[in-house]
């Protein structure tokens, strides 16, 4: 089961020993890298500060302009604010892996120089834990997870997925029961997938509270999430197939679909989604993976593909190395070639 993860081990040692050599610049961090570790490797110590730092960015105040977003309530909120925004922008196309780098990486940094938390952003390794994620350590409701389950919804109908695609729905449905983020307000949203097609109304910015809710579907955890669904991914060779293995929007969600599903539906939502608590987890593993892929081939490092609008669109030019990208109050813009390589450009992290 592990054996492909082992090869990209090795690889990645080959071409760690390669920076000494010439091919690879040095690394610029200064010896001064965060280590970032799978949810379940971290100590129960490590555990409790990411969850007393997630907790103190729902407690301080935003930075967005709550003239213009009267919703914002907190740092958190500045992130999601800010997600919804650009969702248009930033999924399903060719900006999606940088700029989702970079907007992880900023969280990591207000969770340490804000929220006093000094460890890596911890990862969920989907493959661990998908076929029973209420009996995972990010999800089984203890005071050591990022929450569980929510209240059984008997009135869920199958998902409905691009191309008639029909995913069952499992137990959960109604706002989580367990956990430190079982009094969780949620600022904004729920939003229908069908904006992304539309465009947001412009009344995006209202305070409209609600819980967090979940459904922990082992069945979608497990047909997208499983090791062969990330082979899958990491045997790609060029990124225009690595990124439309990764993500989907129809049946084929890849594991990046499949993981905002299978926790569903704050996770899932597309605009909101990183209201849970999960989402920096899910999406530090889809850059663990990119930069294990990234390091196979110096060439792959700088491969683009795509524009920077949702499928592609042709709104927006193809992206460059020299494409600028924002984050509005969250950081300052950065040129695409910034973004690309771990262990540079003050990504000072690296994968456990
Ligand atoms: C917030 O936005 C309002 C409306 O656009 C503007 O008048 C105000 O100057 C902004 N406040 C700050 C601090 O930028
Ligand atoms: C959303 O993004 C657009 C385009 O980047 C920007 O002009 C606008 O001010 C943003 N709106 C809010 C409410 O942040
Ligand atoms: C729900 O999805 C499952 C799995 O795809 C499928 O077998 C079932 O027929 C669907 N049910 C409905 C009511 O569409
Ligand atoms: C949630 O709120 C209830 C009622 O105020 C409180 O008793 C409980 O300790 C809170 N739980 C957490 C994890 O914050
Ligand atoms: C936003 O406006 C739409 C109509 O355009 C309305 O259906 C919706 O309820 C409004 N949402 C909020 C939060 O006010
Ligand atoms: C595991 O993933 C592969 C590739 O996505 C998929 O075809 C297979 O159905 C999955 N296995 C299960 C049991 O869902
Ligand atoms: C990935 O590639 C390896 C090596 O070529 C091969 O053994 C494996 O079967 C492939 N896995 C998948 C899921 O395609
Ligand atoms: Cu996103």
């Known amino acids: ?97 940088s ?46 997870s990022l929450s569980g389950d929510g209240a059984h919804n008997p009135d869920q109908g199958n998902y409905t997925v691009g191309n008639g695609g029909s995913l069952p729905h499992a137990n959960g449905g109604g706002c989580v029961t367990s956990g430190p983020f079982v009094n969780q307000t949620i600022s904004f949203g729920p939003f229908d997938f069908a904006l992304a097609f539309t465009g947001l109304p412009s009344n995006w910015t209202t305070y409209t509270p609600h819980c967090l809710v979940r459904d922990l579907n082992n069945y979608v955890a497990t047909r997208y999430g499983n090791q062969t669904a990330i082979d899958v991914v990491m045997n790609t060779t060029n990124v225009e197939d690595f990124q439309n293995t990764m993500s989907g929007a129809d049946i084929n969600l890849g594991p990046h679909g499949g993981g ?54 042709n709104d927006t030019p193809e992206v460059t190395l020299e494409t600028m990208q924002t984050w509005g109050v969250l ?11 771990v262990g540079h450009e003050g990504f000072c992290y690296e994968y456990m």
């Open 260 to 313: 905002h599903f299978s926790i569903g539906y704050s996770l899932l939502d597309f605009f909101a989604s990183p209201a849970d608590p999960a989402f920096f987890l899910h999406h530090g593993m889809i850059d663990r993976l990119w930069m294990m892929w990234q390091v196979v081939d110096e060439k792959r490092v700088w491969e683009l593909s795509g524009t920077s609008t949702i499928f592609n669109g």
């Open 99 to 144: 700029w989702h780098r970079n907007y992880v990486h900023l969280w990591e940094t207000a969770l340490e120089e804000e929220c006093g938390y000094p460890y890596g952003q911890p990862y969920w390794n989907w493959a661990l834990w998908c076929d029973d994620l209420a009996h995972s350590p990010l999800f089984d409701g203890s005071e050591t």
């Open 331 to 341: 950081g300052k813009d950065r040129k695409t070639k910034e973004l690309l390589r």
């Open 1 to 97: 089961m592990f054996s492909t993860s082992l090869a990209y081990w090795l690889l990645l040692a080959i071409s760690s020993a390669s920076i000494t050599d010439g091919r690879h610049h040095h690394s610029s961090c200064h010896g001064k890298v965060k280590v970032r570790k799978e949810w379940g490797s971290l100590t129960k110590t490590e555990k409790l500060s990411y969850i007393s730092a997630v907790k103190c960015m729902q407690t301080l105040p935003p930075e967005t302009n709550t003239t213009v977003v009267p919703g914002a309530r907190s740092r958190h909120d500045d992130f999601i604010a800010l997600h919804i925004n650009m969702t248009r922008s930033v999924h399903l196309d060719g900006i999606f892996l």
